[in-house]
């Protein structure tokens, strides 16, 4: 994930804007990996009302949300809102 931008959505609101995911081909333990960011590719229908943001995967953990999710560029960017929790606040 990269952070392009943040901004102040609202009183209290941290929001950043980041690119979640890339076209750009990876070398995993597996082999080369090239994620699709082409239309048709990827449904966002699911993530129309946001999608949990968690530390590290873990559904114990949630930190905030994922907004405003949009496939631009050859990446998948999404507008991160985060909680106010502990885990969050770090």
């Known amino acids: 994930m990269r952070v392009e931008s943040t901004r102040a959505a609202g009183e209290g609101e941290r929001v950043a804007v980041a690119s979640l995911s890339s076209d750009v081909e990876i070398v995993r333990w597996f082999g080369r990996e090239k994620l699709l960011h082409e ?29 405003n999710l949009s496939i631009e560029g050859g990446r998948l960017r999404g507008e991160l809102h985060f909680a106010t929790n502990p885990k969050a606040m770090e």
């Open 39 to 67: 239309p048709g590719a990827v449904d966002l229908t699911r993530a129309a009302h946001g999608l949990p943001m968690l530390f590290n995967h873990d559904a114990s953990l949630p930190i905030g949300v994922v907004r």
